[in-house]
């Protein structure tokens, strides 16, 4: 069974960058496609990007300018960074398996609150 | 980018009764849509995907339906368990989009 796990601070203060990382177990990060997505409080649902282990990496339009995904398979497990955070980034992210973009397992998310 | 709106933002319907959520792509999206169930406090699950089929382990009580810009998701049965937030997506171009959610709650 495929498991993922975000890990990363909670809080993340206005200009500063959010860092998150994810955790695969039960499959090879070397397969599939791997994504951030996030859900503001009470909000929808946001696909920021995802990144393929050796090739591909995609970013939402809206945040391209400030977000890097990367994969390191040695570790299982891949990354997100968004730079220059406001209080509009804070949100649940999630980590999450695609595949032909379906996304077929989730991380439980990890809440972040950009605030000083 | 494709905006997906959903109707409506919240059903109430009576367990054991016939629920219908809708989902409109401001373009064609062919049959790339997917459904999503969210239960309070949990991480969304895959439902249905390709419009239809339904995902590993999903009860036959749910099915999906439509083409192009509509589409529609049934819950034939409402089990206490399905009272949730219902969200579709497409993924026929990126950047990949989701609905703002049907919350389907009791009546």
């Known amino acids: 069974q495929v498991q993922l796990q975000e890990s990363g601070p909670g809080l993340v203060k206005p200009s500063e960058t959010l860092s998150l990382t994810c955790s695969v177990s039960g499959g090879s990060i070397t397969s599939y496609n791997w994504s951030w997505i996030r859900q503001p409080p009470g909000k929808g649902l946001e696909w920021i990007g995802y990144?393929?282990?050796?090739?591909?990496?995609k970013y939402n339009p809206s945040l391209q300018s400030r977000v890097t995904i990367s994969v390191d398979p040695s570790k299982n497990q891949f990354s997100l960074k968004v730079t220059s955070v406001t209080a509009a980034d804070t949100a649940r992210y999630y980590c999450?398996?695609?595949?032909?973009?379906?996304?077929?397992?989730w991380g439980q998310g990890t809440l972040v609150t950009v605030s000083s | 980018e494709i905006v997906m709106t959903q109707t409506p933002a919240t059903l109430s319907v009576s367990p054991g009764e016939r629920a219908t959520l809708s989902c409109r792509a401001s373009?064609?999206?062919?049959?790339?849509l997917a459904w999503y169930q969210q239960r309070p406090g949990q991480a969304p699950r895959l439902l249905i995907y390709?419009?239809?089929n339904r995902a590993t382990g999903i009860p036959v009580s749910f099915s999906g339906s439509g083409s192009g810009t509509e589409f529609t998701l049934t819950i034939s049965s409402l089990q206490s368990e399905d009272f949730a937030v219902y969200y579709c997506?497409?993924?026929?171009?990126?950047?990949?989009?989701f609905g703002q959610g049907t919350k389907l709650e009791i009546k």
């Open positions: 997506q497409q993924y026929h171009n990126w950047p990949y989009t």
């Open positions: 990144s393929f282990y050796r090739g591909t990496t």
């Open positions: 999450a398996r695609g595949m032909a973009g379906i996304i077929d397992y």
């Open positions: 390709s419009t239809s």
């Open positions: 373009q064609s999206v062919s049959s790339s």
